[in-house]
């Protein structure tokens, strides 16, 4: 009776509207609602793991969650309407449960640690209006399901570690005033379907990799204020429509691959503008001259192009001007008058940056320089067509900072006045013909860090007041007419780090013993002076040097034994002196270093055939005539010994010694070997180009009977033994261990990929055994040039007994390396007959030769790919299971299927290795999180905190984060710092992209090597 109750029509009725009124009644639904709010800031609460400032303790039930710290409530009906927690230095993730907060209108997380995905949820937030997540380090996509908040006026994730694509369904947020998405790894095109936002005012997708074309269709955005896509691989040209928005105030599309000229009329087109900067492109034509008409142009940067013409006068009508820089470019045209603008650009009296350095400005320099704005921090003018004097008025110029004149044709004294900027950091003079005496008033710039005044004409000694400058870090007088003493003032600069170089002068007396308080300094050259005594003992101190070149002088004595200590010593050259005694032993030990030149001096006794001595390329020591010994490349005389009796009689001795059975055992194995090599010719190597030439007793030789001292690594198809041939040189071989499955194979694929690549950054196979030892056993091994600087792995990862000998890889090392291995997969991949497939790229298999180029070896795994299909990736089907090492497999390869795409993953860990100093395999990347991931996340305004960062420090065991000061000593600091920032992204992008999960958004290797010499160059020219 009761079920059927239950049942009845009129029951539910009834209990339906029951519920209705109760629902209706005044405060119980927000109650309901009220209830859930406070459950989803509690989840929220929940998923902070990190909360330094507590700011989560007033999260509890002491109060009402509206006072909650960061919390804003409707006062109508208590519903949660913002949560703003800005910069509270909060780690955790969003979780899904945000999007039961239903009537947020702001959501503000910027500056924290959050990580994770954005979650889907988001977008049943309809009433949302502001989102703002920048700076932090979520990944992943952006929600497509953000299309439901249409009340959206700020988009706002810019600096995280967000992919793939901006999602079409995006398009229907038409209330957008602001789109910041810059500095993440966003791909793809820039959607055309944003010019429908009217109402959108900021525009910033800058520091991504967006590629093709600025669509048309931006035109459209008429309300349009700030457009920025800098830092992206953009190309074609900036659609002229862009030009005609004239409420635009800041454009900045620097460092892209665009193309064409800037309209002659922007200035009037775009009257507002307050920034332009176009710089790292291929504009061309001229500047035009209606930009005078932009009366609030604050930055005008078209740096590295290819603009011709001047810089128009009426330029002087920009009050506002504060950067001016076309440096790189091809203005000038070489003449007197190129510079008649400087005149009118005195009327700009804020400006402080002028960059007119690498044109072809010629003609004298203008008196009209010293009415310059007195705000002026950085004048560039150097490798322009410049000559005659410096005008005395540079001296108006009181807050330079630097000061660029070099690679001219300037002449006269060195300007007195200079000595009264006293802000100056960095001055340089170099590759001009100044002559004269450096006065005395240089020791005046205090703060000076760098001084260049190399290649000129100066005469007399140099001035000790340069002690004075306590900051300086590098200084180069080297090639004038500098004569007298080195004042001890000037050696005793312990803030020198980067480079002294006083060579190609005629300096005289010792060298100060001072020298040894130079403790950072990596680069010391006094060579081809007139110095004498003996080489200071004091240089061990010197535990920094890198380069140290004391050539061409008339040192005498012995070579310090103290000159051991440098234990990062690269190169060192000691030649064309009045040196005597031994060469030391120590110099052997000497780990780092690549290029010993002790030639013509008078040194004497026998010449070690170890370390750097056994590579002859390595060592000059010509002009020795008392020299004996060391390897038969040097092509010395051998030393006599002392006692010659017991060396007759060791002679007699040792055939007496070896008795008839081991003689027979040796024929016999002779006989044996012949007979096994004839009767085996299918198991060697299908070349008709390159044959084996050593036979198993040889190469047991080489290995002194393969003893352990020898064994240099081991891998699952062979054992690597450093040997030297009989013709004195270094090999290292690789014996195969015939008994393990597949080792047989891994001979064969590996004879058969060397035998004819012909690269410099892939290791050259010298030749190959295929025979049988004493037992009858099958015995192969292939023999390498030795590379003396081991392997990557070394470098990366030193063992306990190893961390004394492997000096950390500085930055350009690390960078030089990468491109190496970057060079030979697109040899191997691009350029060679058949494609071949790595299969196995680890940083054990990238060694190192005395000069510290990489080589990529161990081809055992290698595959031609005969057949190339419909992609790029030219993939073919594994026969042998899963090719590759744990942690540099390619996700793909699970499948079957190897491509040189593998490769590319594979190099794209590597890289991302070399740069964090962290294995793939490390205990870090567990759950979810890869070094793809870890890395992925930093990008881009993390990158530091990512990085091996004692590639960047100058003390050898200094693992600790320095400030950034320290870290970018440069002239100025922070600039440097934020390019050299800019270039370590790039690096890390290129890493990133090569090892994406789908082979189809992988880069190819061309891309690769382009891209990481552009990066290398801008480094080094920063550096110069």
Not at 184 to 212: C, E, K, M, R
Not at 268 to 297: C, D, M, Q, R, W
Not at 629 to 658: A, D, H
Request: charged residues 20%; proline residues 4%.
């Amino acid at each position: 009776m009761e079920y059927q109750f239950l049942n009845s029509k009129w029951f539910w009725l009834h209990f339906l509207e029951f519920i209705h009124v109760l629902w209706m009644t005044p405060g119980l639904k927000s109650a309901i609602i009220e209830v859930d709010d406070k459950l989803a800031l509690i989840d929220f609460k929940s998923h902070i793991t990190q909360d330094p400032l507590q700011i989560m303790s007033s999260w509890n039930d002491s109060i009402h969650f509206c006072n909650w710290v960061g919390v804003t409530c409707s006062p109508f009906n208590e519903r949660v309407t913002a949560l703003k927690l800005e910069s509270k230095q909060l780690v955790g993730s969003i979780p899904p449960s945000v999007g039961n907060l239903t009537c947020l209108k702001v959501i503000n997380l910027q500056e924290n640690n959050f990580h994770g995905q954005i979650p889907d949820e988001i977008g049943r937030l309809q009433q949302l209006q502001d989102l703002n997540l920048t700076y932090n380090y979520l990944s992943g996509s952006i929600p497509s399901n953000l299309s439901h908040c249409r009340e959206l006026r700020v988009f706002d994730t810019s600096a995280n570690g967000l992919i793939g694509q901006i999602p079409d369904r995006l398009s229907s947020l038409e209330k957008l005033e602001i789109i910041r998405l810059g500095r993440n790894n966003l791909t793809g095109n820039i959607p055309a379907w944003i010019g429908n936002f009217s109402s959108l005012h900021v525009l910033w997708l800058a520091l991504n990799d967006f590629h093709g074309n600025i669509p048309i269709e931006l035109g459209q955005l008429s309300g349009l204020g700030i457009f920025q896509l800098y830092g992206n691989f953009l190309s074609g040209m900036i659609p002229s429509s862009i030009y005609n928005i004239s409420s635009i105030h800041y454009i900045s599309v620097t460092q892209n691959q665009l193309h064409g000229q800037l309209p002659s009329d922007v200035g009037l087109t775009l009257p507002n503008l307050e920034i332009f900067a176009g710089g790292v492109n291929y504009f061309t034509g001229s500047i035009p001259i209606s930009l005078s008409n932009a009366s609030k142009l604050q930055i005008l940067d078209f740096s590295d192009n290819g603009l011709t013409g001047t810089i128009p006068e009426n330029f002087g009508s920009l009050k506002s001007l504060v950067r001016l820089n076309f440096e790189i470019n091809k203005l000038g045209s070489g003449k007197i008058g190129d510079l008649k603008f400087l005149s009118f650009l005195a009327n700009c009296t804020s400006l402080e940056v002028l960059g007119l350095a690498q044109n072809r400005f010629g003609g004298e320099l203008p008196s009209s320089i010293a009415n310059l704005s007195t705000h002026l921090r950085i004048l560039t003018m150097g490798d322009n067509l410049f000559y005659g004097n410096i005008p005395v008025g540079i001296g108006n110029l009181v807050n330079l900072s630097l000061l660029g004149f070099e690679g001219n044709n300037l002449s006269g004294s060195f300007p007195e006045v200079i000595g009264k900027l006293n802000k100056l950091e960095g001055l340089e003079l170099n590759a001009n013909k100044f002559s004269g005496f450096i006065p005395s008033s240089v020791g005046n710039l205090t703060v000076l860090s760098r001084l260049l005044m190399e290649e000129n004409r100066f005469e007399g000694s140099i001035p000790s007041s340069l002690g004075n400058c306590k900051k300086l870090q590098v200084l180069n007088l080297s090639s004038n007419n500098l004569n007298g003493t080195i004042p001890k003032e000037v050696v005793s600069l312990s803030s020198l780090s980067i480079s002294l170089v006083m060579s190609h002068n005629s300096l005289t007396g010792p060298l100060p013993p001072e020298v040894g308080k130079l403790t950072n300094l990596v680069e010391l050259d006094v060579s081809y002076n007139r110095l004498s005594g003996e080489i200071p003992s004091s240089l061990d101190s010197c535990i920094s040097l890198e380069r140290l070149y004391l050539g061409n002088n008339s040192f005498k004595g012995r070579i310090p034994v103290s000159l051991k200590s440098l234990r990062g010593l690269a190169e060192l050259d000691l030649s064309c002196n009045n040196l005597s005694g031994k060469v030391p032993q120590f110099f052997s030990k000497l780990l780092s270093l690549r290029h010993l030149n002790l030639s013509y001096n008078e040194l004497d006794g026998e010449i070690s055939r170890e370390g750097i001595f056994a590579n002859a390329s390595a060592i000059s020591i010509v002009g020795n005539d008392k020299l004996c010994g060391g390897i038969q490349k040097l092509q010395l005389p051998e030393c006599s010994r002392k006692n010659p009796r017991k060396r007759l009689s060791l002679k007699i001795v040792i055939p007496v010694t070896i008795s008839v059975p081991i003689f027979i055992l040796l024929l016999a194995a002779l006989v044996i070997y012949h007979i096994v090599k004839t009767s085996r010719r299918q198991s060697a190597p299908p070349s008709n180009e390159w044959q084996s030439g050593l036979s198993y007793l040889k190469i047991s030789n080489a290995t002194d009977n393969f003893s352990e001292e020898n064994l240099i690594g081991s891998g699952s198809f062979g054992s690597v033994y450093k040997g030297t041939l009989a013709d004195g040189e270094t090999a290292a071989i690789k014996v195969l261990k015939l008994q393990q499955q597949g080792a047989l194979k891994s001979f064969i694929d590996e004879c058969n990929a060397l035998t004819s690549i012909r690269h410099r950054n892939i290791l050259k196979i010298v030749s190959s055994c295929s025979s049988v030892d004493y037992e009858g056993n099958d015995f192969k091994a292939l023999v390498f040039e030795f590379m003396r600087n081991g392997n990557l792995d070394q470098w990366l990862h030193p063992s306990t007994d190893e961390y004394c000998h492997f000096k950390k890889l500085s930055l350009m090392q690390r960078l030089n390396i990468v491109i190496d291995v970057a060079s030979a997969l697109d040899y191997l991949h691009n350029q060679y007959d058949t494609p071949i497939a790595h299969c196995d790229l680890k940083p054990s298999n990238v060694l190192l030769d005395e000069g510290m180029i990489a080589h990529v070896g161990d081809f055992g795994l290698a595959k031609f790919l005969f057949e190339e299909s419909n992609t790029p990736s030219k993939n073919q089907t594994m026969s042998n299971g899963l090719k590759g090492s744990v942690g540099y497999i390619p996700p793909e390869y699970i499948n079957g299927h190897v491509s040189i795409l593998g490769d590319i993953y594979s190099y794209g860990i590597l890289l991302l290795e070399i740069f964090t100093g962290k294995r793939p395999t490390d205990d870090m990347f567990k759950d979810d999180l890869s070094i793809h991931k870890f890395v992925l996340m930093a990008l881009p305004s993390h990158v530091m905190d990512v990085l091996d960062l004692s590639m960047l420090l100058e003390e050898e065991n200094d693992h600790e984060k320095h400030e950034e000061e320290d870290l970018f000593p440069d002239i100025e600091s922070q600039v440097a710092q934020k390019k050299l920032e800019e270039c370590l992204v790039s690096v890390m992008r290129i890493g990133v992209m090569c090892s994406a999960a789908s082979p189809r958004d992988r880069v190819g290797m061309k891309f690769v090597v382009n891209n990481l010499q552009a990066i290398r160059s801008k480094i080094r020219m920063r550096e110069e």
